[in-house]
C-alpha cells in the first residue's frame, strides 16, 4: 500500500529536549516536505527536499533541521524545541515537485506538545 | 511575494445545495502551481488538484469541479450537491518555480442534513 508515516504520532516533551519526528514513503517520490498546522495561520511549510541531499527552506524553517539521506526518509529534527513549536505536523511526498499530474500524499500526522 | 487569500473563514450550507469556496492569489511569477486540499473532521490532508499557470482549463471530477481565471487571479472551487461527507475545512494553496509552498487560511464548510 503507498503511504506516508509519520513517527511518533503524539509527542509530550519539555522545553529543550532534542527530539526527532521521522517521515517515510514507500512510493520512490523525489520531493518531500513537512509542514505545520496552527489554529488561525493554517498550513505552513516548514522545509522541502527536491531530492537525496537537497533540501530548502519553506515558509517558517527557524528551529528546524531536515536531512534527506535517503529518497524514502525525511526526519524532521528540533534541537532545541520551544512552546512555540507546539502544533500539528504533517509530512507530504510527490513524485515530483511540480506538474499536473503529481499528487501528493499526506502522512497522519504528529501532534507535537513542548511544555 | 506570494500570498493565498480564501475570504471564506465559514460556510454553511443544507445538503444538495451547491456551494463555492473561492481563492485568489497573488505572484510575480508566471510559472507556478495551485492547488486544493481537504481536511476533514478526522484530521488528515486529502489532496485535491493541482493546476500549473500555463493551463487555464476548467477542471471537472464528478461532484467537484475547479474555476482558474488568470484574469482575476482565482482558482474557485465548487462542489455541486453537497453532501455531509463534503464537510471538512478546505485550504487553497500556491507554489512558485522554487517549490515552496503557501496555503490560504483554509474554509470550514459545513453541510447540514
Known amino acids: 500500500e503507498a503511504q506516508v508515516t509519520q513517527n511518533p504520532r503524539y509527542l509530550i516533551t519539555v522545553t529543550g529536549k532534542k527530539l526527532t519526528v521521522t517521515c517515510s514513503q514507500n512510493m520512490n517520490h523525489e520531493y518531500m516536505s513537512w509542514y505545520r498546522q496552527d489554529p488561525g495561520l493554517g498550513l505552513r511549510q516548514i522545509y522541502y527536499?527536491?531530492?537525496?541531499?537537497?533540501?530548502d527552506k519553506g515558509d517558517v524553517p527557524e528551529g528546524y533541521k531536515v536531512s534527506r539521506k535517503e529518497k524514502r526518509n525525511f526526519p524532521l529534527i528540533l534541537e532545541s524545541p520551544s512552546p512555540n513549536q507546539t502544533s500539528l505536523y504533517f509530512c507530504?511526498?510527490?513524485?515530483f515537485g511540480g506538474g499536473d499530474s503529481d499528487t501528493q500524499y499526506f502522512g497522519p500526522g504528529t501532534r507535537l506538545t513542548v511544555l | 511575494a506570494q500570498k493565498v487569500t480564501q475570504a471564506q473563514t465559514e460556510i454553511s450550507v443544507v445538503e444538495k445545495e451547491d456551494v463555492t469556496l473561492d481563492c485568489v492569489y497573488e505572484t510575480r511569477d508566471t510559472t507556478y502551481y495551485l492547488f486544493w486540499y481537504k481536511q476533514p473532521p478526522s484530521g488528515e490532508l486529502v489532496f485535491l488538484i493541482r493546476r500549473n499557470s500555463f493551463d487555464e482549463q476548467n477542471e471537472i471530477s464528478g461532484r467537484y469541479s475547479w474555476n482558474f481565471q488568470k484574469s482575476t487571479s482565482s482558482f474557485n472551487f465548487t462542489i455541486t450537491a453537497s453532501q455531509v461527507v463534503d464537510s471538512a475545512v478546505y485550504f487553497c494553496a500556491l507554489s512558485e518555480a522554487r517549490d515552496d509552498m503557501r496555503f490560504g487560511a483554509g474554509t470550514r464548510l459545513t453541510v447540514k442534513p
Open positions: 527536499s527536491m531530492n537525496v541531499e537537497v533540501t
Open positions: 507530504a511526498s510527490s513524485l
